[in-house]
């Protein structure tokens, strides 16, 4: 039977619904040498059982000595001193007998024969001496309670006599994949198969939060095997996540099997992506049923289970920083729910910028692309462009600020240039978005990027990307720098079965064609040539389909899905298509006047104009980098 949702609770109100639910945790506690306490969480305040030093020590190399009878000395009246009588040899960390009250450094030494030295200063009492108890006084609080050890607590607790410290136990957390469609990496692959890498990503979480994972062997959509795989978890582990069958499907059974065994306290919170999420109790431990697909799945243990694995060791989860940020794309949401926007972060112009990423639940990439999440509140109905956003960010202001934005047209190579750039200088990135041509030249317009990949072709002149500087940034000092000149053509599969040579034959009847966003070049030069041969669109079949990036277009024709594409060399050899060109085309990079003097704009022009780049344009073919780097146009 399908089944709907049983709550639709605000995230912080089913938290404490549920942690009520819980109750007393239960925490145990253990006992571990102190060396081994690393991340590990104090039960209790630990306090020095000794002195750090236990004893008064030298803090030089050189002699102890009396202090009184260097009173007289200096530069005109050098003080002999006897040794044993005056003075002791000392090394650092030596201790000083009581007699003694300062050391001198070997330095200020002037040998006078045997077992005599002059000095040509007076000493202090105390001088070059750690008294006893300078760093570490016996019954001093060292570390607090529900304190989590880093590597220099483990020196103060070592110094201060403590061998041993009480922590909180990690908590045990079983990690159980669901669903027939599932398979393990490193599995060949059929239609239909999905790879499980969401519990590989749990256990990450779960250890990097303190915790023990066990990841279980993936388990059918079966109710009995469910029911047998659950109880078996929660035997032997604190805490179990399900991931997948939280839905309400035909196959997704973790409800019913949470409810058979204990109690099922919530199935649905009003976030997005995650709102499936459930919250169980089987046996007095936490069990929590987890959407499958991974962005939803991400949100769901960082906002859920993050929380609850730290309240096991004492702990709460920190808030992470905020900044203030320009939002470049309208933003939507849905009254229904709070809802997380990845966004990618850029610093332009002395502020920051953020660019909502794909928001699609499965879009795993989005993730890794994110440098922060922007919340959209559950009673906001959307955020216009322009607006001033709170984003927490998931990256380092250091890493946002030296990361060069790249918003515009498409190109496989722009991706090398960033993990070259990188290579070269450590603390620079580069950050592309692609959006067309006209889109990063938009993007311009309202200071959101360093520069702007372009490649547009003026339909009445023939020429590239100077005409549409001057249309769309007037009065703004733009520099365009060649990057490089490409081949443009259409990408068939192997063999070229539906014999696809020119923009005539994109109107066979069987033949299916993937395009090219509206603003992109590759659409414009499209357009360009059917406008010029009278073609209709309408007579090509998939002229409507529209994707963002050369190799989703190979990709399209690689899978069957499309017979042909429009695009550049390189993304057909990278997916094994043949290819039929059909023009030379400028693929240049606008950049505004301001940023041509900075370190990041000229450490990137010379990675495009090094070796190692062009190196790698040969091995993808259909570049010509003869002129690569230069400025082409300036206008200021």
Request: hydrophobic share 40%; net charge negative; with cysteine.
């Amino acid at each position: 039977m399908q089944k709907v949702y049983l709550s639709n609770y605000e995230l912080e109100e089913a938290l404490n619904i549920y942690f009520n639910k819980i109750g007393n945790l239960n925490a145990e506690t253990e006992t571990v040498k102190t060396w081994d306490a690393n991340g590990r969480v104090t039960v209790s305040a630990v306090f020095a059982k000794i002195s750090s030093p236990h004893y008064n020590s030298s803090a030089m190399d050189g002699i102890a000595a009396k202090s009184e009878r260097t009173v007289l000395a200096s530069d005109r009246n050098h003080v002999v001193l006897t040794e044993g009588e005056d003075y002791i040899v000392v090394d650092t960390g030596d201790p000083i007998p009581r007699e003694f009250d300062c050391v001198i450094m070997v330095e200020d030494l002037i040998s006078a024969g045997e077992n005599k030295y002059e000095i040509y200063q007076s000493a202090v009492p105390w001088q070059n001496i750690r008294p006893l108890g300078e760093d570490i006084v016996e019954n001093q609080l060292i570390v607090p309670s529900k304190h989590k050890i880093r590597p220099v607590d483990i020196g103060a607790l070592i110094a201060g006599g403590i061998n041993e410290v009480e922590v909180f136990k990690r908590p045990r957390v079983g990690i159980i994949p669901t669903g027939t469609e599932i398979v393990e990496p490193g599995t060949e692959l059929k239609v239909g198969d999905i790879i499980d890498f969401n519990s590989r990503t749990f256990s990450a979480q779960v250890s990097d939060w303190g915790g023990i994972p066990k990841r279980y062997d993936i388990v059918i959509d079966d109710y009995e095997k469910i029911k047998l795989a659950v109880i078996k978890a929660n035997q032997e582990n604190d805490i179990v996540l399900i991931n997948a069958g939280s839905s309400a499907g035909r196959e997704d059974f973790t409800s019913s099997v949470i409810s058979e065994l204990g109690d099922l306290v919530i199935h649905g919170v009003a976030i997005k992506p995650g709102k499936p999420v459930m919250l169980g109790v089987i046996h007095n431990k936490p069990i929590i049923g987890i959407p499958g697909y991974p962005v939803s799945a991400y949100f769901v243990m960082e906002e859920i289970a993050k929380r609850l694995i730290l309240k096991y060791q004492g702990l709460e989860a920190d808030e992470l920083k905020k900044v203030d940020a320009r939002l470049t794309r309208r933003c939507m949401s849905s009254l229904k729910y709070l809802e997380f926007v990845r966004v990618k972060l850029g610093y332009v112009g002395g502020s920051y910028v953020a660019t909502p990423l794909t928001r699609g639940a499965g879009a795993t990439m989005s993730l890794v692309n994110a440098d922060g999440v922007l919340e959209i509140d559950q009673d906001v109905e959307g955020i216009e462009a322009g607006t001033t956003v709170q984003v927490k960010l998931l990256n380092n202001e250091e890493n946002i600020k030296n990361t060069l934005i790249s918003i515009g047209s498409h190109d496989p190579i722009i991706d090398i240039a960033s993990d070259i750039l990188h290579r070269r200088n450590k603390k620079y990135f580069l950050s592309s978005t692609n959006v067309g041509s006209t889109g990063g030249l938009m993007a311009l317009k309202t200071g959101e990027t360093h520069i702007a990949p372009t490649h547009l072709l003026d339909m009445e002149t023939g020429e590239y990307n100077l005409s549409y500087l001057k249309k769309y940034l007037p009065g703004k000092n733009i520099c365009l720098v060649k990057c490089v000149n490409r081949i443009q053509g259409f990408m068939v599969k192997k063999g070229n079965p539906k014999n696809i040579n020119t923009f005539e034959d994109l109107t066979k009847q069987d033949v299916k064609f993937v395009n090219r966003q509206r603003g992109s070049g590759t659409r414009l030069l499209l357009d360009y040539n059917l406008n010029k041969l009278g073609i209709d669109p309408k007579n090509i079949n998939g002229y409507f389909r529209e994707e963002f990036n050369h190799l989703a277009v190979a990709a399209a024709v690689e899978a069957g899905d499309a017979d042909a594409g429009l695009g550049v060399y390189s993304a057909a050899t990278m997916m094994g298509l043949d290819f039929i060109p059909v023009c030379n085309e400028e693929y240049d990079l606008a950049i505004p006047e301001e940023y041509m003097d900075t370190e990041i704009i000229k450490e990137f022009i010379e990675t495009i104009k090094s070796n190692e780049f062009k190196a790698k344009l040969d091995e993808l073919g259909g570049y010509d980098y003869s002129d690569t780097g230069r400025i082409i146009y300036q206008r200021s």
